[in-house]
């Protein structure tokens, strides 16, 4: 069932253990402080307010969704990812934040089907999604966005830079070191094979670029076409 399995290790789920010890931070990429904030003053510069709809698109354990849970107004935070177990350690997460009042709404799925929460959104976000997916998953993903979004909705999305497409050497990404690579996670990509996608899947995008990610990933943005 899952498209990821083989991709990436996102798809293994983590036991009791591992979430009650809180590896669920080290496991979406640790800096759970620092990325948690970077993306949520990034979502407040880019206009998100309390009375907005925001979809957190592999939201993981809620790194960042803590921020938007306690910002939005309540039931106003949507939040989907593949994997079960980071969705259960969110949970503990916003009931030890004493979040629950907002009830946030969570839930599982592999194949990028917002359409099941059955709702238009003002804004979608994706913090170290592409970063983890080849092209045809991200137009998968891209082609679900157009139909969810708002007709003035933004969706935000961060990837690893490449200087040309189809760049078949690894590129260390500084800051952070990470290491890159052509045809297997953590991917990169160049901004003309991000922008072709987009097109193919019905988006306009737009090069945000630097937003001083601590790792080096650049944020692109994509909206409905007029």
């Keep these: 069932m899952h498209n990821m399995k083989g991709i990436n290790s996102y798809y293994r789920e983590l036991t009791e253990d591992d979430i009650n010890n809180r590896a669920h931070r080290a496991f979406v990429g640790?800096?759970?402080?620092?990325?948690g904030k970077?993306?949520?003053?990034?979502m407040l510069k880019s206009g998100l307010q309390p009375e907005h709809k925001l979809l957190?698109?592999?939201?993981?354990?809620?790194?960042?969704?803590?921020?938007?849970?306690n910002y939005l107004e309540?039931?106003?935070?949507?939040?989907?990812?593949?994997?079960?177990?980071?969705?259960?350690?969110?949970?503990?997460?916003?009931?030890?934040?004493?979040?629950?009042?907002?009830?946030?709404?969570?839930?599982?799925?592999?194949?990028?089907?917002?359409?099941r929460f059955g709702q238009k959104f003002d804004?979608?976000?994706s913090i170290s999604l592409f970063t983890h997916l080849p092209l045809e998953l991200i137009h998968k993903c891209l082609s679900e966005v157009r139909k969810n979004l708002k007709p003035d909705g933004i969706y935000y999305a961060t990837f690893f830079l490449a200087p040309a497409s189809?760049?078949?050497?690894?590129?260390?990404?500084?800051?952070?070191?990470?290491?890159?690579?052509?045809?297997?996670?953590?991917?990169?990509?160049?901004?003309?094979?991000?922008?072709?996608?987009?097109?193919s899947a019905g988006?306009?995008?737009t090069m945000y670029g630097d937003w001083q990610h601590p790792r080096n990933q650049k944020m692109a943005s994509f909206r409905l076409r007029n």
């Excluded at 970077?38 to 990034?42: G, Y």
């Excluded at 698109?57 to 809620?62: A, D, I, N, P, V």
């Excluded at 177990?85 to 917002?114: M, Y």
Aim: charged share 20%.
């Design 30 to 35: 640790g800096m759970w402080e620092e990325i």
């Design 38 to 42: 970077l993306q949520f003053d990034f």
């Design 56 to 69: 957190d698109l592999g939201c993981g354990c809620l790194r960042g969704g803590l921020h938007f849970i």
């Design 74 to 115: 309540e039931q106003h935070y949507y939040g989907l990812d593949i994997n079960n177990s980071l969705i259960n350690a969110g949970k503990i997460e916003i009931q030890e934040a004493g979040l629950t009042h907002k009830s946030p709404n969570l839930l599982v799925d592999d194949s990028f089907l917002i359409e």
């Design 123 to 125: 804004f979608m976000i």
């Design 166 to 199: 189809s760049h078949t050497e690894d590129i260390r990404q500084e800051p952070g070191g990470i290491v890159t690579k052509y045809n297997s996670d953590p991917f990169h990509y160049s901004v003309d094979e991000i922008a072709s996608v987009a097109e």
């Design 203 to 205: 988006l306009n995008f």
